[in-house]
């Protein structure tokens, strides 16, 4: 069963320019999907959608976004809001800058317990150190009480992901949350974020532009390039034989995908530019 579909989702500049193509993809419950595409592809840009954030710069200006069923974009506002924020949740790519400063670690935490589920501040707190024990957090009445400063790049993902988890959403985005932080912790967060996902059957969209982790994390991806879908398909058999020359060239310029610490290869001229015709192409079908 899809948890979250979008369909033809069509988001633009206010002066016409596409940012996404009609865009389409699925997430079942409990499944992970990851969505790759090289840095300006628009992976975010899905992500700010589904959460109703977009920039305001951008307006979408068509599609659906179905969450279990129910179009967001026909809501009212309010109830919107209160839907994505209950069942929604994003562990977002930069940790430092995702926490206030001038907060305790502890409040960040409770807050979404306190606003979402209407929980009395104790019981958050019981609640908030039960989630960073579950997230392996060593002695989590401490780490409630510290400033992200006072922490590392790792414990303050494990705190985002403690906190995407709180209220027990039934999605959860994760936008490129391992590429702030370095190698070693890469591995373990990506091991935490698989282990959350499964003890609590949330459907995750796993935004990343590194086909080396996918094989790792998901079941199915959703290959973007220009805000257009090229490929979408299930990992096993992407890896196996992708189908598009972009997806190919992809694949062959991830160094090897076993391997966390070798670094991306660009994909070949030739192949981008026919990528980019052919994206040409479909807008102007779109135009017609
Ligand atoms: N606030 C913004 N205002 C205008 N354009 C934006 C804004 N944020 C992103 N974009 C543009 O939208 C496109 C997609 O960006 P984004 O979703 O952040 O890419 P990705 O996450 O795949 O790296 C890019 O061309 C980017 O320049
Ligand atoms: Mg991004």
Redesign the pocket.
């Given at each position: 069963m899809s948890y979250l579909t979008i369909k033809d989702l069509t988001v633009r500049?206010k002066n016409g320019a596409p940012?996404l193509r009609k865009v389409s993809l699925s997430v079942n419950a409990g499944e992970v999907r990851a969505l790759v595409?090289e840095?300006?592809?628009?992976?975010?840009?899905i992500g700010k959608a589904v959460l109703g954030i977009l920039?305001r710069?951008?307006q979408l200006t068509g599609g659906e976004i179905l969450l279990d069923g129910e179009d967001l974009l026909t809501l009212p506002p309010k109830q919107r809001r209160a839907k994505i924020g209950a069942k929604v949740a994003l562990i977002p790519q930069d940790p430092l800058t995702a926490l206030n400063p001038s907060r305790r670690v502890g409040p960040q935490i409770t807050d979404r317990l306190v606003d979402i589920l209407g929980w009395k501040r104790k019981e958050a707190e019981d609640r908030a150190v039960e989630l960073l024990d579950e997230v392996h957090i060593q002695s989590p009445d401490r780490v409630m009480k510290s400033y992200p400063h006072e922490l590392s790049g790792g414990m303050r993902q494990r705190i985002l992901i403690a906190s995407a988890f709180a209220a027990e959403p039934k999605l959860i985005i994760a936008d490129e949350p391992t590429t702030a932080l370095d190698v070693t912790v890469q591995k373990q967060i990506l091991k935490l974020i698989r282990e959350m996902q499964e003890r609590h059957d949330t459907a995750l969209l796993f935004?990343t532009h590194d086909l080396g982790v996918v094989s790792k994390i998901s079941q199915s991806l959703t290959v973007?390039y220009a805000?257009k879908v090229i490929e979408e398909t299930d990992v096993r058999t992407f890896f196996a034989a992708p189908k598009h020359a972009y997806s190919k060239a992809l694949l062959a310029a991830t160094p090897k995908y076993t391997d966390p610490d070798g670094s991306l290869m660009p994909v070949p001229d030739n192949i981008i530019s026919a990528v980019e015709q052919e994206v040409a192409a479909f807008d102007a079908q779109l135009t017609e």
């Open positions: 500049l940012l595409g840095s300006g592809a628009g992976k975010s840009m920039p710069a951008a935004v973007l805000g």
